[in-house]
């Protein structure tokens, strides 16, 4: 049983991870990153870790991705037709197998033996969180800066550049109008 | 009836491979960062992978932290693109050569 | 069948023939409650007091013709209404409904799925509605769905911020992600909504704006934008927005009423068994109906908010107000008073 909701959800995940590389139209490639992002919160699941299941599509699909369809709306990406380098994929793929050769020999090795089985002490929130809040304490809080530092840092990059005139606090505050910016000019060479 | 790690550790190695093709090949710059989320989770696929061979929740631990890191740099990734669009119209990363043509 | 996946059917069976029963009642409650708010008769020929309205609307969607703009891309087109209805249909899976059940020898947790990151699931799963609305939006390659797609999906992840940490708080005195483990709490000791009243307003508010109801509908409004993100949606199509709105309501307003009044349990009232079960169930269903017609008296009340009153809502005043709250029930926690 276990076996074919891994498998299921595994074909699932590697189908739309080749979506993701291989679409042209970005917003299809978002939509099947999806799909990969929720497989792989079920093989968490699987492999004893719900809270990062939760976690994975709360993070993961519920918000970074949402700001991936936002910026692609936003900049009104189309499909575009010459995708890829001429070559360039040749290379990619030789590099990917040999790299996939490589990794999986050295994986095939370890972990032949099935896993210990799970304990509810493993599977349970409350082990998670004393182990994150005692001995993980220093890169949790660091964290927590890392994500202000990032916030402040977007805020920063993405504004429009301040006119001659004005300071460089005050083009931070918001304009009065809301509607999605007309950001798609023509195609400048 | 478990699953052995290693069906795990290969579908997280082929979930790696395949996003460094993405970010290898494609010229739009939202499709590489997407390529790039795909390797991240193929990364944390792993260490969860090795958390539960392992029975130690250290892996868990870290794959929570990545996940918060993977946040910010799609957050300050994202808006380097917005700037960037906005002052060359393009974020087709072949176009993006300032030095030399 | 293994038994523990039988019983998970049934209770989901349970489950679902609630949600599902929550659209077209509400469909004639809503319009029955805002004829009597607006001092006019409302529906009243389909029936007698117009009860049949909701079949008569149901007929009408499956015989009205299903335009699909040309233009459309026609595979996000046509995900858009089913992305809808899957947070709607997943997320009361972690609502409990009652107390525990023997039968025959196996003590069943009246929950679809008893799992400790309870709340956490309801919120991850909750958070995946922006997809339908932004898909709308962009598919219908209409200039007016897509700035009401932007728009809806803005207003979503800006208040899911304040939903989150509202029940954070919740979260702090019990210890616990599980809602059996929040209700049994809530039994012990009194009703979350006295001693965390801030919590309980903010969470109130987040919730008109994660439902895209009044007064913060302006992405779906019919006098703003045409119809917002669902204006090219005809016939079916826009009855499965409109099903999955009324559901993610009611699975919403299950939440906040297992969060902050209790869920199932009644003060004072201790039954097992199946008559435990059946009374928590119909508990649980009455308060969900006041929560609704709450929702319906709101609506037919206030204006509607403009688009930047709505994100300083969201994030100056509920963002600050949820981590007040946070705050002071971490200290009341401390103190032991809670």
Redesign the interface.
């Known amino acids: 049983m276990e076996k074919l909701i891994f498998l299921i959800f595994a074909a699932v995940a590697v189908g739309s991870s080749l979506v993701v590389v291989i679409h042209k139209s970005p917003v299809y490639a978002t939509m099947s990153l999806v799909l990969t992002l929720f497989s792989v919160a079920v093989l968490f699941v699987l492999l004893g870790a719900p809270f990062l299941g939760a976690l994975q599509i709360l993070i993961y699909a519920g918000a970074i991705v949402v700001l991936f369809l936002f910026v692609i709306m936003l900049l009104n990406l189309q499909k575009s037709d010459a995708e890829r380098s001429r070559g360039g994929l040749g290379v990619a793929a030789v590099g990917a197998l040999i790299f996939l050769g490589m990794i999986g020999l050295v994986f095939w090795r370890t972990g032949r033996e099935a896993p210990p089985p799970l304990t509810e002490d493993f599977v349970s929130l409350k082990g998670l969180s004393a182990a994150l809040f005692s001995d993980y304490l220093l890169p949790f809080e660091i964290v927590g800066l890392l994500l202000l530092v990032a916030v402040i840092g977007a805020t920063v990059a993405a504004r429009k550049a301040p006119q001659p005139g004005e300071g460089g606090a005050s083009s931070l505050l918001p304009r009065e109008d809301f509607v999605v910016e007309e950001t798609h000019k023509e195609a400048r060479s | 009836m478990t699953v052995p790690i290693s069906w795990y550790l290969m579908l997280a190695a082929l979930l790696f491979a395949i996003g460094t093709v993405g970010a290898l090949t494609r010229r739009n710059g939202i499709s590489i960062f997407l390529s790039i989320e795909l390797m991240l989770n193929a990364a944390n696929l792993t260490l969860v992978a090795f958390s539960r061979q392992m029975g130690d929740r250290t892996g868990q631990l870290i794959v929570f932290f990545v996940m918060a890191v993977a946040a910010a740099e799609a957050a300050v990734g994202l808006a380097l693109f917005i700037a960037v669009f906005r002052s060359r119209h393009t974020i087709d990363v072949n176009r993006l050569n300032l030095m030399g043509k | 069948m293994n038994p523990e996946i039988l019983a998970t059917l049934a209770k989901y069976a349970v489950m679902f023939g609630v949600f599902i029963n929550v659209a077209p009642i509400m469909n004639w409650v809503e319009r029955r409650a805002c004829a009597y708010i607006q001092d006019r008769p409302g529906p009243n020929r389909v029936g007698p007091l117009g009860l049949f309205q909701p079949l008569a609307d149901a007929a009408k969607f499956m015989f009205k013709e299903d335009v699909t703009p040309a233009a459309a891309?026609k595979?996000?087109y046509l995900?858009a209404p089913v992305l809808a209805l899957l947070p709607a249909f997943t997320t009361f899976v972690i609502i409990p409904f009652g107390p525990d059940l023997t039968v025959a020898g196996r003590t069943i947790p009246l929950v679809v799925a008893p799992?400790?990151?309870g709340v956490?699931?309801f919120?991850?799963?909750s958070?995946?509605a922006?997809?339908s609305l932004?898909?709308a939006g962009?598919a219908s390659n209409n200039k007016f769905s897509?700035?009401g797609g932007?728009?809806a999906?803005?207003q979503l992840?800006s208040y899911?911020l304040a939903l989150t940490l509202s029940v954070l708080a919740v979260l702090l005195p019990v210890n616990?992600?599980r809602l059996a483990d929040i209700v049994a709490y809530q039994q012990a000791h009194v009703w979350n909504f006295i001693p965390q009243v801030l919590g309980f307003v903010v969470f109130l508010i987040a919730s008109f704006a994660e439902t895209n109801r009044l007064p913060f509908d302006l992405p779906e409004a019919e006098s703003e934008l045409i119809a917002g993100f669902h204006t090219e949606y005809s016939a079916m199509r826009f009855a499965a927005f409109f099903q999955a709105e009324y559901t993610n309501m009611a699975a919403l307003a299950a939440l906040g009423v297992t969060l902050f009044f209790g869920g199932w349990s009644l003060p004072g009232v201790h039954l097992t068994g199946w008559l435990g079960a059946v009374v928590g169930l119909v508990t649980l269903v009455a308060k969900i109906a006041v929560c609704m017609a709450v929702f319906v008296w709101v609506r037919w009340t206030f204006p509607r908010f403009r688009?930047?009153q709505l994100?300083r809502l969201g994030w100056k005043v509920l963002l600050p107000l949820s981590i007040l709250n946070l705050i002071l029930v971490a200290a009341m926690t401390l103190a032991g008073w809670l």
Do not use: C, G, P, Q
């Open positions: 891309d595979l996000l995900m799992v400790d990151t956490l699931l919120l991850a799963l958070s995946l922006v997809y932004v898909l962009y897509l700035i932007i728009r999906s803005a992840i899911e616990s992600f688009y930047d994100m």
